[in-house]
């Protein structure tokens, strides 16, 4: 946590005499909420703004749904983020097609042009080695983008990787400049029958969670998340799910975590 920090237990809400777990406040390096755009509205942005933009850090515009939108709207979805205090940053589909048709500097460029914040830069469904993808970090930093990096691919092998590749990719990752490692959901928070918690403690038990952003589209991740790595931990969520994980950080809503949620800030 960024020395000087501003925590809040919500007392400017209503029933603000009722005391729950404070958390950091925007702008926040950790207790991360991305949320994933997979089509909505202007209207609906606004609404969801509107409601819960104080629970939500980063817009992710994803599932290559940007190649068929038009710049007005994608600039105009940007502006709404912007008017709410929530940044905005393009997913690694786009990105991956950038990088197979060699136009990256393009992509970069416009996704400038278009007022982004960020991008994503995985290889969930291309193949490149560890150094070109700790370049390809490098290019998107310099450029003034934050990037998001992802690690692990998608389908249940992709988690299949021994610990120490894992670990070295994450570490060529975060010494190319990426802001924040995305770790991917699939195979080991979604899409399995249970939980698998090795990775997941492997990589908190050699890195500062701080720098991860764990998918967890499954509502079965974001109980498991706080319990084992704090109400700060960092998601990647569904846009239907931002109020019940704020809820969940601050103990008030999920059997198994309610009113067991503490902090020591003040």
């Known amino acids: 946590m960024k020395k000087g920090a501003k925590w809040s237990g919500l007392e400017d809400k209503a029933f603000g005499f ?70 905005a940053f393009f997913a690694g ?3 991956e097609m950038a990088v197979m048709q060699g136009v990256i500097g393009q992509y970069f460029q416009e996704a400038l042009d278009l007022g982004a914040d960020g991008v994503e830069i995985s290889t969930a469904q291309v193949y490149m080695d560890l150094a070109e993808k700790g370049l390809l970090v490098g290019k998107a930093v310099k450029t003034g983008l934050k990037v998001f990096a992802e690690v692990g691919k998608k389908g249940l092998g992709g988690w299949s990787v021994p610990p120490n590749y894992i670990n070295k990719e994450i570490q060529t ?5 990426a802001y924040k490692i995305v770790i991917q959901g699939e195979g080991v928070v979604e899409d399995v029958k249970e939980i698998n918690e090795k990775p997941l403690f492997e990589i908190a038990a050699k890195h ?3 720098d991860f952003i764990f998918q967890a589209k499954d509502n ?3 109980v498991w998340l706080i319990k084992n790595f704090g109400l700060e931990v960092n998601m990647d969520i569904e846009t239907n799910q931002v109020v019940n994980v704020e809820l969940c950080r601050r103990g008030i809503r999920t059997r198994g975590l309610f009113g067991l949620i503490s902090s020591v800030k003040e």
């Not at 950790?30 to 409601?51: F, H, M, R, S, Y």
């Not at 990752?173 to 400049?177: C, H, I, N, P």
């Open 18 to 87: 009722i005391k729950i777990p404070p958390r950091s406040t925007k702008p926040r390096d950790q207790g991360i909420t991305v949320v994933a755009d997979k089509g909505l509205g202007l209207n609906q942005l606004e609404d969801l703004c509107n409601l819960a933009g104080d629970y939500i850090d980063w817009l992710k515009i994803g599932i290559s749904a940007p190649r068929i939108y038009s710049r007005q709207h994608l600039s105009d979805k940007i502006k709404i983020c912007h008017q709410h205090h929530v940044k």
């Open 93 to 95: 589909d786009v990105t």
């Open 173 to 177: 990752l975060k010494d190319a400049g």
């Open 208 to 210: 500062d969670i701080k």
């Open 220 to 222: 079965r991740a974001h």
